[in-house]
C-alpha cells in the first residue's frame, strides 16, 4: 500500500533577512566574507554557518540571508566595507517568499515543479531556474544528495513576494498523498 | 526544446530557463549614420541555414547575455562564450570548423567593425536585437 | 465457455485473473469481462464484435487490432467530466463499472442512418470535399457545410471540466530505452552495464511485448532479463509509460498512465514526464499491415497478430472458425494458436508461390490446409463474416471455391515503429527484401554535440526476427504484396480499405495519382490517408506502396509522409498538469491584496498582478463607484496601491551617463533630492514606459517604471550594459518587491500624513517633485511629492511587509476625512482628465514621443539615446504623423474607444480612408461631461476642427480642442 502522506511538508520561512550584493567579487570578496561573516562561495555554490547564508546568484551578485535581527547591522558593515568600490548593497529581505521542504520525498516535489535534476545538486550548490512559470532559487538546508539518498533532505525555496500564494499552490499540489515518482 | 550551457555560471540550462535575443555580433549605429546603415543595422538579419551566432539571455538564472555558436539546421551547439566579445572566440571558431570542414570565419577582426557574415551586407550589422520590446 | 461471455476460452490467458470478474456497460448493456481485460478483449468475450462506425461511410466497424495502432475501435470513455471520446478500446484497461459508448452511429450500432453515405460512396471520393464545395459559394454555406459538420467528427467533446488530476514531472537519464520487450530490455542491461542512468519506458502494464505471444519460451526470457534489471540500482522501470514524442536535444515527452484504472483513487490520472536523455534507445517493434483485399473491413477481418493476442493474453477467441490469408510465415503463428485453443482453421491462403519453412510446414502437419499463391477474392457478409471466395493471387478475382469462417486473420507483413526515430530527424531507408522502412543507422536524429543519439533495436530497426532469442523459428522471406489479388478489378478496388478510421480505400490513393499527386505529402492530404486519430499507424506503407504502383515509381522513391508527435493522442489535461483553476497562471498580489480583497474591489489585470479597479459600495455599479473615487479625491483625499509600479535602483560611477542614453531626457543632471518624469523609447524609437525617476545619491537613481514593465525594462538595462557598453560602471536591480508604493492624493492628502506623524511634508521642506526619507507611523518611508492625478499628491514608499500596516494606519488617520481607495480606473480618468498619456493607450508600439507632444521630455542636447537615430528617420519627423489632441465631444456622448476619424475617400482597397483614432475616452465626473485623447493627422494644427468618428451603424462628431482638460496651470498639484 503506498504512503498516503505528502511528499514533503512544507513551511513558509519567515522573519529573514536578506541582501543584494553587487561588486567585482574577485576585488570586494575579502571586504564582503569580512563583513557577511562567511567566505564568498563559488560560483552556483553557497556558504552557510550558524543561521547565516551566502549564496552566488551572478558573477557580480551575491545574496546575504541572515536572522531578521542581524539585518540593520549587518547592511551598515556591508555598505562600509564597499563604500570605496563600485558596489550597491540593499536590503532585499522583504522582495521574496521562502518556504523549506522537508518529510519523505521534497526533491521529487521539486522535480515536478523545476527542470533539473534536484538530485544532482551537489550538497552546497544553489540552482536558480523556475518552478512550473515563475522564477526560483533552490537549495539544500540538510541533507547530502546523491541519487537515491534522499531520506532526511530539507530544501529550500525561494521566490518572488507576490507569487507567494501561487507557489504554495504548485508546491502543495506537487507534494499531494500518493504522487510519489518511484515507479509502480 | 533545446539545451544551452551559461559560459558564466556553467549551469546546463533548458530553454524554458532561457531568452532568446535574435542575431550576435551586431554594431549598432546611432546618431551621424546613414540611412543605408541604421536600416540594416535595425532590420537587416542574416538567419542563416548552417552555421549562426546568437544572443541568449539566462534569464531563469544568472541574468547574464552570453553568445550560442549553433547550426541552425542541425542544433548542433559548437559552443557558448561571453556576451562581451567583438568575435567568436577561437576555440569556438575551431569546434565550427572542426564539424563543418568547408565552414570559414568570413570577418575581418583587424578592421574593427565588422561583424561575421556581413561581408556582403550593404552595411556590418549591429548590437542586438534592440527592440526587445515586443 | 460461460455464458455471459460465450467467447471465453476454457483455459490460459496469460494478463487475465478469472477469480475477479468485472461489470461494465457498453451502448447501455451490462456486460461482464474479467480483471486483465482491454475493453476490447471483454466486448470480443461477450460475443460484441461491431465495435464503431466508421467516420465517412459509417461501415460497420469491429477491432482490427490488439494495441494503439486500432483504428476501428474507439468509443467515448466515462461519463459527465470523465467523458473522452476517440479512446481505443484495444488500449484501454477494463475497470469495474466503465461506462463505454460507440462513436459515430445514430441510433445505433446496427442500425446507423448514416450508413446511407455508404451506398453513395460512388459519389465520395478522394478529394470529394475539394471538388463539391468549391462552388457554387452559397450552397456550401446554406447546403453543404452544415451537413457535413452534423456528420462529421470522429466521437464528440467532453461538455464538462475534467474533474481528474494531472501532473508532470522532470526527468533526467543517461540512457532512455523505449519499450519493455526483449529487444528494449536486453539493451537497457548492456546499457546499464556500462554504468550511467538508464529509464525503460514500457506502454503496457505488462513486460515483454510480443515475445511471450509468440515464443514458447518467450515468458521465461522476458522475466530473467526484467529480474536482472530490477537488481541494478541505475535502472528504473517505468510501466504504463508511452513515450509521446522525441524533441531537440534528447527532449523526450512521455505520458505515464497513473489512476485509469481507479478513477476514484484521488490520484493523478496521468503524469507527463519531460525527460532529457543523453541517448534513447527505441526499441518500439513493429506494427502490422493489413492486406487490401475486398472487403478487408468487414467485422471479423482483423491483424494476424491481434486474433493471436486476444487468444493467448486472454483467453478470447474472436470467433471460432479462423482463416488466415498471409504473405509471410509469422502469420501461421496465428493458425497454430488457434489450434492449440480448439478452434478451427478451415484454410490458410499464401499469397507467396509457395511456403516451405518451418512454421508452414508445422501448420500443414497439424492437418491446416494451406493454399498457397492464392488471396481473398471477396468477404461474405456486411455485419459480420461469414465466409469468403478466394481466388489466385496473381488475376483478376476468378472466384476458386468459398470457405466458411467468421474470422479473418490477415498479415501483410510488419512495419517497425519508427515514430520516435523520425520525430527528430533520423531518416528511414526501405528494405526491398523485407518490405519495410526502418532506420537508416548512417542518418540517425542528431543531439547537441552532432552526433547521433538515438539507436534503434530489434523490430523497431527491422529485425523482425529477434534474433537474440534462443529456440526462435526462422522464416521465410515475406512477398510484398499491396493488393489481393494483383490485378483486382476496379469494382474490387472500391471495397479494399487502406485508412479503416478515414473510409480510404485503394481506389481513392489510385484516384489520386492519377490526378496528379505524385507527393506523398499532397496525396494524404487529398485523400486523408492517415490524418485521423491513429495517424495511420497500420495503414501508411500500404497507402504509399499503393501510391507507388499507382506513380509507377519504388516506394522508396514515394517515401513516407512525415511522422509528427504525440505518438498517440494526448490528453488536454496532461498538457495543462497544474495549470488549471488558481493555478492557471501565476497571479501576482500586492502587500495590501487581502485588504482590497475585504473591501470587496473589482480586479483589473494588468500583466500578471491584480489592481483593483474600483471599490463599489452597496449597490454601486461599476461607473458610480468610480466616479464616487474621483470626487472624493479631487474633493477630499484618497489612495492608491501602486505597489505594482516598477521600481530599478542604478547606481555606479557610470549611471548617470547611463540613464542618459536609456531615457530621452537628461538624467545626469537631476539634483539629488529631485524627481524627473522620463520617457523609455526602443532603438526603433517608439515610445516603451515612462515614468519618475528620483535621484537618491550622488551615484545612484531609482527607475519607476509602468507595472507592466518592471521586469521588460531591467531587461532592456541589462542588455544594454552587458552587451553594448560593458565597460561601462553600473549596477542595476530589480526591487520592484522590496516595497509597498501607496498614491495618496487630494486636497486633505497632506493633513493626513501630518496626522500620522514623523516628517515635515510642507511645500517647502518637501516641494513638488522631490522626495525625502523620514518615518511616518513609526514605519520607515519614502516620500514622493509627484502626482499623476493632478492632485496634491504624495507617494509613499515602505518596506513590502509593513505596507500594510501603512496602508491602514494612512485610513484609520484619513477616516474623518472621508479618505477614500481608488482604484486603476479612478486613476486612468484623471490622468485623462489631466492630459497625461499611460503606455498602452496613447501608445501602441508605433507612437513615439514627439507624436505625443512630449518634446519637453527629450533632451537637444544629448548626442545621442537609445531611439534617438531612429526618430530622426523621414518618417518620424514628417509633418503629416497622426499626433496627440483632446476631443470634445459634441453630443455630449462618450466618444466610442478605438474610433476612427474617417476622412474624405477611399484607400486601394475600398476603405473609407482615416485621419486619426481615439485613443482614450472617459466620462469626467470633475468636468461632468465627457473627454477623450487622440491621435489626430497634424491634429495640434487643427485646433477646434470637427471630426466625424465611425464606428458601425453610429457616428459620433468630436471638436479638436487642448489635451488638457483639468487645471491647465497646474496649481492643485503644487499645492
Ligand atoms: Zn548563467
Known amino acids: 500500500m503506498a504512503d498516503m502522506r505528502p511528499l514533503a511538508v512544507i513551511t513558509e520561512a519567515t522573519g529573514l533577512g536578506m541582501v543584494l550584493i553587487r561588486a567585482d567579487l574577485a576585488r570586494a570578496g575579502d571586504a564582503i566574507a569580512e563583513a557577511a561573516g562567511l567566505p564568498v562561495p563559488d560560483v552556483t555554490r553557497f556558504t552557510a554557518d550558524a543561521g547565516r547564508w551566502l549564496g552566488w546568484m551572478a558573477p557580480d551578485e551575491l545574496l546575504l540571508v541572515l536572522p531578521g535581527a542581524d539585518l540593520t547591522a549587518t547592511l551598515a558593515a556591508l555598505t562600509d566595507a564597499l563604500a570605496t568600490e563600485h558596489a550597491l548593497v540593499q536590503d532585499v529581505s522583504d522582495m521574496r517568499c521562502v518556504f523549506d521542504l522537508a518529510g519523505r520525498k521534497p526533491a521529487q516535489v521539486l522535480a515536478k515543479l523545476c527542470p533539473v535534476d534536484p538530485n544532482a545538486l551537489p550538497a552546497d550548490g544553489l540552482r536558480r531556474t523556475r518552478a512550473a512559470q515563475v522564477a526560483c532559487a533552490l537549495w539544500r538546508r540538510e541533507g547530502s544528495g546523491g541519487h537515491g539518498n534522499a531520506a532526511g533532505e530539507v530544501w529550500r525555496i525561494v521566490a518572488f513576494r507576490s507569487v507567494r500564494d501561487y507557489l504554495a499552490g504548485i508546491l502543495a499540489t506537487a507534494a499531494a498523498p500518493g504522487t510519489d515518482l518511484d515507479p509502480r | ?134 | 465457455m460461460t455464458g455471459k461471455q460465450p467467447f471465453r476460452l476454457p483455459t490460459g490467458g496469460r494478463l487475465i485473473d478469472r477469480s475477479k470478474p468485472i461489470g461494465f456497460r457498453f451502448d447501455g448493456r451490462q456486460m461482464q469481462g474479467l480483471a486483465g481485460d482491454t475493453l476490447a478483449s471483454a466486448l470480443l468475450a461477450g460475443g460484441q464484435m461491431l465495435m464503431g462506425r466508421s467516420f465517412k461511410y459509417h461501415r460497420p466497424r469491429g477491432p482490427l487490432a490488439s494495441g494503439v495502432e486500432e483504428p476501428n475501435a474507439l468509443v467515448g470513455l466515462g461519463q459527465g467530466g470523465r467523458f473522452e471520446p476517440n479512446q481505443r478500446a484495444t488500449t484501454t484497461p477494463l475497470i469495474q463499472g466503465v461506462v463505454a459508448t460507440s462513436q459515430n452511429a445514430w441510433p445505433g450500432l446496427t442500425r446507423d442512418v448514416g450508413a446511407i453515405n455508404d451506398a453513395l460512396w460512388r459519389f465520395l471520393p478522394a478529394g470529394f470535399y475539394y471538388k463539391t464545395f468549391i462552388h457554387p459559394r452559397a450552397a456550401w454555406m446554406r447546403l453543404f457545410e452544415p451537413v457535413i459538420r452534423r456528420a462529421a467528427g470522429l466521437g464528440r467533446a467532453p461538455e464538462l471540466p475534467d474533474p481528474d488530476r494531472y501532473e508532470q514531472a522532470y526527468g533526467f537519464a543517461d540512457v532512455v530505452v523505449v519499450g519493455g520487450g526483449i529487444a528494449g530490455l536486453n539493451a537497457a542491461r548492456a546499457a546499464a552495464q556500462a554504468g550511467g542512468r538508464v529509464i525503460v519506458l514500457e506502454q503496457t502494464g505488462h513486460w515483454g511485448g510480443r515475445t511471450p505471444v509468440d515464443h514458447p519460451d518467450g515468458q521465461a526470457a522476458i522475466d530473467r532479463v526484467v529480474q536482472a534489471l530490477r537488481t541494478m540500482s541505475n535502472v528504473t522501470l517505468r510501466r504504463n509509460t508511452m513515450a509521446t514524442g522525441l524533441y531537440d536535444h534528447g527532449y523526450l515527452l512521455a505520458r505515464e498512465a497513473l489512476a485509469d484504472h481507479d478513477p476514484n483513487a484521488g490520484l493523478p490520472r496521468q503524469r507527463l514526464w519531460r525527460i532529457r536523455a543523453g541517448r534513447i534507445i527505441t526499441a518500439t517493434g513493429a506494427l502490422e499491415r493489413p492486406l487490401a483485399f475486398a472487403g478487408n473491413d468487414v467485422p471479423g477481418v482483423m491483424l494476424a497478430g491481434a486474433v493471436r493476442d486476444y487468444l493467448v493474453d486472454h483467453a478470447v477467441a474472436p470467433g471460432r472458425r479462423i482463416a488466415v490469408v498471409t504473405n509471410n510465415d509469422d502469420a501461421y503463428r496465428t493458425a497454430l494458436a488457434a489450434l492449440d485453443a480448439g478452434l478451427e482453421v478451415p484454410a490458410i491462403l499464401d499469397a507467396r508461390p509457395a511456403a516451405d519453412g518451418t512454421l508452414p510446414q508445422a501448420a500443414r502437419a497439424r492437418g491446416i490446409r494451406v493454399e498457397t499463391g492464392t488471396g481473398i477474392a471477396r468477404v461474405l457478409g456486411r455485419m459480420r463474416v461469414n465466409g469468403l471466395q478466394f481466388c489466385a493471387q496473381q488475376g483478376e478475382g476468378q472466384p476458386l471455391g468459398v470457405i466458411d469462417c467468421d474470422v479473418i486473420a490477415m498479415s501483410g507483413g510488419w512495419s517497425p515503429v519508427v515514430h520516435l526515430w523520425s520525430h527528430c530527424g533520423g531518416k528511414l531507408r526501405w528494405d526491398p527484401a523485407t518490405a519495410l522502412f526502418a532506420p537508416d543507422p548512417d542518418r540517425p536524429p542528431t543531439g547537441a554535440d552532432g552526433e547521433g543519439n538515438v539507436t534503434a533495436v530489434g523490430a523497431a530497426a527491422g529485425d523482425l526476427r529477434v534474433a537474440d532469442l534462443t529456440g526462435a523459428v526462422a522464416e521465410d522471406s515475406i512477398l510484398p504484396v499491396w493488393i489481393v489479388p494483383a490485378n483486382a478489378t476496379r469494382k474490387a478496388r472500391f471495397k479494399m480499405w487502406l485508412d479503416y478510421q478515414n473510409d480510404v480505400k485503394v481506389s481513392d490513393v489510385e484516384l489520386a495519382g492519377r490526378e496528379g499527386y505524385r507527393s506523398v505529402e499532397h496525396a494524404k492530404r487529398y485523400t486523408t490517408l492517415g490524418m485521423a486519430t491513429d495517424q495511420g499507424k497500420v495503414s501508411n506503407i500500404n497507402g504509399l506502396a499503393v501510391l507507388s504502383d499507382t506513380l509507377d515509381q519504388p516506394i522508396a522513391a514515394t517515401g513516407t509522409t512525415t511522422f509528427r508527435p504525440p505518438y498517440a493522442p494526448l490528453t488536454l489535461g496532461t498538457i495543462a498538469a497544474e495549470a488549471r483553476g488558481p493555478l492557471f497562471q501565476p497571479l501576482r498580489r500586492t502587500p495590501m491584496h487581502r485588504w482590497h480583497e475585504a473591501q470587496g474591489a473589482q480586479w483589473e489585470p494588468v500583466g500578471l498582478w491584480r489592481r483593483p479597479y474600483c471599490y463599489p459600495r452597496g449597490a454601486e455599479n461599476r461607473g458610480d463607484a468610480v466616479n464616487r473615487e474621483i470626487l472624493a479625491v479631487r474633493g477630499g483625499v484618497g489612495t492608491l496601491d501602486a505597489s505594482t509600479l516598477g521600481k530599478i535602483l542604478v547606481k555606479g560611477p557610470d549611471a548617470g551617463r547611463f540613464l542618459d542614453m536609456i531615457y530621452t531626457n537628461m538624467m545626469s543632471t537631476l539634483p539629488v533630492g529631485k524627481c524627473r518624469y522620463g520617457l523609455i523609447c526602443s532603438e526603433n524609437g517608439f515610445l516603451v514606459d515612462d515614468g519618475v525617476v528620483a535621484r537618491l545619491s550622488d551615484d545612484s537613481w531609482l527607475c519607476h517604471t509602468t507595472t507592466g514593465g518592471a521586469e521588460r525594462i531591467h531587461a532592456h538595462m541589462e542588455d544594454w550594459l552587458q552587451c553594448e557598453w560593458w565597460d561601462w560602471q553600473v549596477h542595476t536591480a530589480n526591487i520592484t518587491e522590496q516595497y509597498a508604493q501607496i498614491a495618496i492624493a487630494g486636497p486633505r492628502a497632506r493633513a493626513v500624513l501630518d496626522r500620522l506623524g514623523g516628517m515635515d511634508l510642507t511645500a517647502g521642506t518637501l516641494p513638488f517633485m522631490g522626495w525625502a526619507d523620514g518615518l511616518l507611523a513609526g514605519i520607515p518611508v519614502r516620500v514622493y511629492r509627484i502626482s499623476f492625478s493632478g492632485e496634491l499628491s504624495f507617494e509613499l514608499a515602505c518596506p513590502a511587509g509593513q505596507g500594510l500596516a501603512l496602508w491602514e494606519a494612512i485610513h484609520q488617520a484619513g477616516a474623518d476625512f472621508g479618505i477614500t481607495p481608488y482604484g486603476t480606473e479612478a486613476m486612468h480618468v484623471m490622468r485623462a482628465e489631466k492630459g497625461f498619456i499611460m503606455i498602452g493607450d496613447e501608445t501602441d508600439g508605433t507612437v513615439i514621443p514627439q507624436d505625443l507632444g512630449l518634446n519637453w521630455a527629450i533632451s537637444r542636447k544629448k548626442p545621442d539615446y537609445i531611439g534617438k537615430r531612429a526618430q530622426e528617420r523621414s518618417f518620424m519627423t514628417s509633418p503629416d504623423r497622426w499626433k496627440l489632441v483632446g476631443l470634445d465631444s459634441i453630443d455630449g456622448r462618450v466618444l466610442p474607444d478605438g474610433a476612427y476619424a474617417v476622412a474624405d475617400g477611399t484607400n486601394a482597397t475600398g476603405q473609407r480612408n482615416t485621419q486619426g483614432r481615439i485613443t482614450s475616452t472617459y466620462h469626467s465626473p470633475t468636468l461632468g461631461r465627457p473627454i477623450a485623447m487622440g491621435l489626430v493627422h497634424r491634429g495640434p494644427d487643427r485646433m477646434g476642427e470637427v471630426l466625424e468618428f465611425a464606428v458601425p451603424g453610429d457616428s459620433f462628431t468630436a471638436r479638436i480642442v487642448d489635451p488638457v482638460f483639468y487645471d491647465r496651470e497646474g496649481t492643485r498639484a503644487n499645492g
Open chain 2, 1 to 134: 526544446m533545446l539545451t544551452l550551457t551559461c559560459p558564466y555560471c556553467h549551469v546546463a540550462a533548458e530553454e524554458t530557463e532561457l531568452a532568446p535575443g535574435g542575431e550576435a555580433h551586431l554594431t549598432r549605429h546611432g546618431p551621424g549614420s546613414t540611412d543605408e546603415a541604421f536600416e540594416a543595422y535595425l532590420f537587416g538579419r542574416r538567419n542563416p541555414k548552417g552555421v549562426h551566432f546568437e544572443r541568449w539571455r539566462h534569464l531563469y538564472g544568472c541574468g547574464r547575455w552570453f553568445l550560442a555558436a549553433r547550426d541552425t539546421m542541425t542544433l548542433q551547439v559548437f559552443g557558448t562564450y561571453p556576451a562581451q566579445s567583438k568575435y567568436p572566440p577561437r576555440h569556438i571558431v575551431d569546434a565550427i570548423r572542426a564539424a563543418r570542414p568547408g565552414w570559414a570565419p568570413d570577418w575581418d577582426e583587424t578592421s574593427g567593425d565588422s561583424a561575421p557574415g556581413v561581408g556582403n551586407d550593404p552595411a556590418p550589422n549591429p548590437t542586438p536585437t534592440r527592440d526587445s520590446f515586443v
